[in-house]
């Protein structure tokens, strides 16, 4: 079974632009969670999609956005980079179906370095 | 509020036990967890405890849960150079997003 993927695994921006990353959550998960981890920090949660609508926001700004497909698979823009995006995006996926409280907490993929030059 | 702390360095020699700690403030949480995040990689879980349960035990891993104090320890027993890496605990929240603590780095000496 495919675990969750991330893409690009790398992204170089500078600042002003729009990045776009992507995430494919393991097949029959409908949640996916987005958090973003800067150097030296903790994992900070974005946002949250279930069934295609968002559940959950943190507490960013919001030139942070994102989408869930019909196939579950989604999509973090972050618009108008300012040097302090540059950080490791992880996204997460679960099954809500699982039970609200399941046991397996989240799978996670490998993440996308972004770097705002 | 939701706020979840760890001490930030662990340094052990390799052999002895590591004991990792973590206080949560979420009286209401249901499940905490523990991931592992080695250079360069994703979150990838290790053990997890229901919040009605004390004590979970897992081959060299033990959880220990102190609900009245809101503390939650890991201790990983006879602890490997493989066993380096930033170790976070999370809770589940009534929202069902993880909170995650700020991570501990775990480094193993010879």
């Known amino acids: 079974e495919a675990g969750v993927t991330q893409s690009p695994t790398h992204l170089i921006k500078t600042r002003g632009q729009q990045a776009t990353l992507r995430c494919s959550p393991i097949?029959?998960?409908?949640?996916v969670y987005w958090y973003q981890q800067a150097l030296g920090l903790g994992l900070q949660f974005l946002l949250w999609?279930?069934?295609?609508?968002?559940?959950n926001r943190g507490n960013f700004p919001p030139r942070f956005s994102g989408r869930q497909f019909p196939n579950y698979s989604s999509e973090l823009n972050v618009n108008a980079l300012e040097l302090e995006d540059s950080a490791l995006y992880l996204c997460?996926?679960?099954?809500?179906?699982?039970?609200?409280?399941?046991?397996?907490?989240?799978?996670f993929g490998s993440g996308t370095r972004l770097t705002v030059v | 509020g939701e706020d979840v702390e760890q001490s930030l360095f662990l340094s052990v020699r390799e052999g002895d036990s590591s004991v990792i700690n973590c206080t949560y403030t979420d009286s209401s949480s249901t499940y905490l967890y523990w991931y592992k995040q080695e250079p360069g990689a994703g979150l990838q879980l290790l053990t997890y405890i229901f919040s009605n349960m004390d004590m979970k035990q897992d081959q060299r891993l033990t959880v220990l849960l102190n609900k009245k104090d809101k503390h939650l320890s890991l201790r990983i027993a006879d602890t490997q150079t493989g066993d380096s890496a930033i170790y976070f605990c999370?809770?589940?929240?009534?929202?069902?997003?993880?909170?995650f603590g700020t991570g501990t780095r775990l480094q193993v000496f010879p």
């Open positions: 097949s029959g998960h409908t949640s």
């Open positions: 997460a996926s679960s099954s809500i179906r699982q039970g609200r409280y399941s046991n397996y907490g989240y799978t």
């Open positions: 999370a809770e589940s929240s009534p929202a069902d997003k993880l909170i």
């Open positions: 999609y279930d069934e295609g609508e968002e559940r």
